[in-house]
């Protein structure tokens, strides 16, 4: 008997989009499609629940390859990339060169070291890098804008006195004068600027693999930016530095050639992956415009964008900080599939300490987990041709790009610092973020949502003890954005980009429990429907260990008075009512009859029916899914804390 061949695309048939559709819309049983199912993002623009092949029509980059122009592929072709560790060497350049020398024997491949600008000499250099084989290795340098040029001489004169192939040395001079204008409210000219660009452009002439030209949107990563406001800050960023370029004498492609883009990986991980093929995309285009009259070879070459990523420190936290090993990760696997050049993961105790070396031989683990066992290395642009990744591409793209054609409008990058607004901005983007935390709508897992009930933080809390800035280190730095022990101040006449993590206002209120005299107990007095009672005291038990209470859930009281006595045994200064919302008509008026004027805080659980009715007897205490946690328990911390 022969044997019978399957057609699958017979016994198959191709359904359309109207087809699927209309299915879901029929098993959303009346519930609208957009509002149900298509997700409005914070970047402005639409993601649909489903994407098909028919969605990748005009799309450009589902034509392009890796390593070709305009590179939103790649531009490489290979996805290998550089494993970074910064090391602080502003104090003992001998300290600094012994560490480095261990690090190299762990696996980094790129090392970031970070100078005190007094101590800059060719003596400081030579012990610095001696025994590093620099060709070898990619080695960058962050140093205060005043002394780029001076470093970048050094270097030229270093390398060169070792006789080392300049074309086969790879790194950077971190030099972005707008950093500092941002970090430290410090105003300086557009000439001022420019001319420590091609200075420094100049001296370092003869380094052709090294670029000392630097968009640190990092920066914005850290205060919070969306991707598409990350990147159209980054774009406008780097066309301030060309024009500044050009316009002081340096060829176009030599202008292009020196610029990197140190930009941050915020936790959104697909967005995260987009934005940085995006990126490259909209830079090659960029680059593009400089061509007089023709796109030369040169210039092409040069129009590929270089990206040192570095894993968000917005989302870390203090509480719970094993799980910032879960953010980095994922972090730095959108990152690497993206095809960046270069990855830094921060360490994840680098929130409330200098991270330990167990802490920063992790985070260099994480990187060769996914070269060595992962194999992200061997595979260039994995998620191309992927419906849902090649149109959040061009969304991001075409977002981006519409607020850099605003920020030109307004006169471009430096114009837009010097007048504050970019400063502004990352300031209603930060409360915007900071809000979506307080009320749950961001989640931050052993913050704001799934404590650890039993944590205690404080003691391991070292002041002054984070990593070093690697931005500047000259001596009129602010101590408060200082961590390479300059104590000094100065004249901040610029505002300046706010900073912060997206977890400290819970961090603050859940440290202001631990320090108190007594830790508030809140107690959950379970009744009635079981199914109900259970779910609202597992909620509330997570909502209020937010603030550091210690929660007691129980199996459920037969009445209410029977339930508060046990409240009161366990010296409960909250008690929360679990039950269903139907129930709540009868038991919450019978529990506050017995606790109105009373110490304890009374709380539903829940948002029921008779809210109004139950609010009209001074029933004023509800939790649910729409309240803002953070400030409810700012309310309570204020009336349980100032006994």
Request: hydrophobic residues 45%; contains cysteine.
């Amino acid at each position: 008997m022969a044997e019978e061949k399957l057609n699958l695309l017979a016994d198959f048939p191709a359904i359309s989009t109207k087809t699927w559709k209309e299915k879901i819309i029929t098993d959303l049983k009346g519930a609208d499609f957009d509002k149900k199912l298509v997700w409005r993002t914070t970047e402005g623009f639409n993601v649909q629940p489903f994407y098909r092949q028919e969605d990748l029509k005009g799309l450009k980059t589902t034509v392009s390859a890796p390593g070709q122009f305009p590179y939103v592929r790649g531009t490489k072709e290979n996805n290998e990339w550089a494993i970074r560790q910064n090391i602080c060497a502003c104090k003992n350049a001998r300290k600094a060169n012994a560490k480095a020398l261990e690090v190299l024997n762990k696996g980094i491949t790129s090392l970031g070291f970070c100078l005190d600008s007094d101590k800059l000499t060719y003596r400081f250099i030579k012990t610095l890098l001696q025994d590093i084989q620099a060709d070898a290795i990619a080695i960058n340098f962050s140093i205060c804008p005043c002394a780029a040029p001076k470093l970048a001489n050094i270097l030229v004169r270093y390398y060169g006195r070792m006789g080392y192939d300049f074309k086969a040395i790879i790194g950077s001079i971190n030099l972005d004068p707008m950093s500092k204008m941002l970090l430290k409210g410090k105003p300086l000219t557009r000439e001022e600027v420019a001319e420590k660009l091609v200075a420094t452009v100049k001296a370092a002439k003869s380094l052709v693999n090294y670029r000392v030209v630097t968009v640190n949107s990092v920066l914005l990563n850290n205060s919070g930016a969306y991707c598409a406001q990350e990147l159209a800050y980054a774009l406008a960023w780097g066309v301030e530095y060309m024009n500044m370029l050009t316009e002081g004498g340096i060829p176009n492609y030599l202008a292009a050639r020196n610029i990197r883009f140190n930009m941050g990986i915020g936790g959104n991980y697909f967005m995260e992956l987009a934005k940085f093929r995006a990126a490259r995309l909209l830079w090659a285009k960029i680059v593009e415009a400089y061509k007089a009259p023709v796109f030369t070879a040169a210039l092409k070459e040069a129009a590929k964008m270089n990206v040192s990523a570095a894993t968000s420190r917005f989302n870390m936290t203090i509480f719970d900080a094993y799980v910032n090993l879960l953010r980095s990760q994922t972090e730095t696997m959108s990152a690497a599939l993206a095809g960046v050049d270069e990855i830094t993961v921060t360490p994840f105790d680098v929130t409330y300490e200098k991270p330990t070396d167990f802490a920063e031989r992790i985070a260099r683990n994480q990187q060769l987990l996914l070269k060595e066992e992962a194999h992200f290395d061997k595979v260039v642009d994995p998620a191309a041709g992927s419906y849902y990744i090649e149109n959040l591409t061009a969304s991001i793209a075409a977002e981006a790009w519409k607020q850099f054609l605003a920020i030109q409008e307004q006169g471009g990058m430096y114009a837009m610092i010097m007048a504050g607004k970019v400063q502004a901005a990352m300031a209603e983007t930060l409360k915007a973020r900071l809000g979506d935390v307080a009320k749950r709508k961001e989640v931050l897992l052993g913050s704001n949502q799934f404590p650890n009930f039993n944590e205690k933080a404080a003691k391991k809390i070292k002041i002054n003890a984070g990593a070093c800035s690697s931005i500047c280190t000259c001596k009129d730095k602010p101590a408060e954005t200082n961590h390479c022990g300059c104590d000094c101040k100065c004249e901040n006449a610029l505002p300046t980009l706010p900073v912060a993590r997206a977890a400290e206002e819970f961090e603050t209120l859940r440290l202001e429990t631990e320090g108190a005299k007594h830790q508030p107990v809140a107690f959950m007095l379970t009744i009635g429907n079981l199914a109900m009672r259970i779910a609202r005291a597992q909620f509330s038990c997570n909502f209020l260990a937010c603030a550091g209470y210690k929660v007691i859930d129980n199996n459920g009281f037969k009445t209410v008075k029977e339930g508060i006595k046990a409240a009161r045994k366990a010296k409960a200064d909250i008690i929360v009512l679990c039950s269903s919302d139907d129930e709540y008509a009868t038991y919450a008026p019978e529990a506050w009859k017995v606790l109105q004027g009373q110490k304890e805080i009374f709380i539903v659980a829940g948002a029921p029916a008779c809210m109004e009715d139950l609010q009209k007897l001074g029933i004023q205490n509800f939790i649910h899914v729409r309240c803002n946690v953070l400030d409810t328990l700012k309310k309570f911390n204020a009336q349980l804390l100032n006994k």
